[in-house]
């Protein structure tokens, strides 16, 4: 199994709203990653987890916050989001950090609209 | 530091016509190279990748890339096109400074009939 699960496919959600992305996966891996992608353009990194701990935070604003409670699970929580935020929001994983060789299995992505 | 360079982001091909998409290297190290394709409204996809076993490497759904330092490339092929490779092609390599993968600005690949 080499899947990565994320819900819901579809958001939509007001400025004042506050909203939970979620992702998963059965792989046993110990990495896992969120992106942002604008259309017609590459996946922009914005956190890694290694062992359900923060790794990398690629600078992102405090409006969006993650969370990995157990080694399966990620989460992105969303407050006070920017219309500018609206993008697929994509959630990765792979065996672990370190390997450059290690493939990063993506999930379908959520597919986000701020109003 | 790494980076990836695709020529072209936009390529249209005939069905049943070869596909080439062209990606370019830059990196002091032996890098190890990424394929991914991602089809309308969907996530990425492995395609294939080279970790320096060898310089020709075959992937899902009859591509295959070839390594060429000479050349600093890893184009990505295919002798046939069909209707459903179309879709958006990202090239990419791993960062040898921190635990990230650099993708190219993707190469979309129109297939005409």
């Known amino acids: 199994d080499t899947e990565v699960t994320q819900t819901p496919k579809h958001l939509v959600m007001g400025m004042t709203n506050k909203k939970s992305l979620k992702c998963e996966q059965h792989?046993?891996?110990?990495?896992m990653y969120w992106y942002k992608q604008k259309a017609k353009k590459p996946p922009e990194l914005m956190f890694v987890?290694?062992?359900?701990?923060?790794?990398i935070n690629e600078s992102v604003p405090s409006r969006f916050s993650p969370e990995c409670p157990n080694s399966s699970l990620l989460n992105l929580h969303l407050h006070a989001l920017q219309p500018e935020d609206s993008a697929l929001y994509l959630c990765?994983?792979?065996?672990?950090?370190?390997?450059?060789?290690?493939?990063?299995?993506f999930g379908p992505g959520t597919r986000l609209l701020v109003l | 530091a790494q980076s990836v360079t695709q020529l072209g982001s936009h390529v249209s091909v005939s069905e049943g016509a070869l596909v080439l998409l062209r990606c370019n290297y830059s990196?002091?190290?032996?890098?190890?190279l990424f394929w991914y394709v991602q089809y309308p409204n969907q996530g990425l996809q492995l395609l294939l990748k080279?970790?320096?076993?060898?310089?020709l490497v075959k992937g899902i759904n009859g591509f295959e890339a070839e390594f060429k330092k000479s050349e600093t490339s890893f184009h990505l092929t295919k002798p046939s096109a069909h209707m459903s490779d179309a879709a958006e092609y990202f090239c990419?390599?791993?960062?040898?400074?921190?635990?990230?993968?650099?993708f190219g600005k993707g190469t979309r690949l129109h297939i005409l009939p």
């Open positions: 792989m046993g891996h110990r990495a």
């Open positions: 987890y290694s062992y359900e701990k923060l790794s």
């Open positions: 990765a994983s792979s065996q672990d950090l370190g390997d450059l060789k290690e493939t990063q299995y």
């Open positions: 990196s002091s190290v032996p890098p190890y």
């Open positions: 080279y970790t320096s076993a060898a310089t």
């Open positions: 990419a390599v791993s960062s040898n400074r921190d635990d990230k993968i650099i």
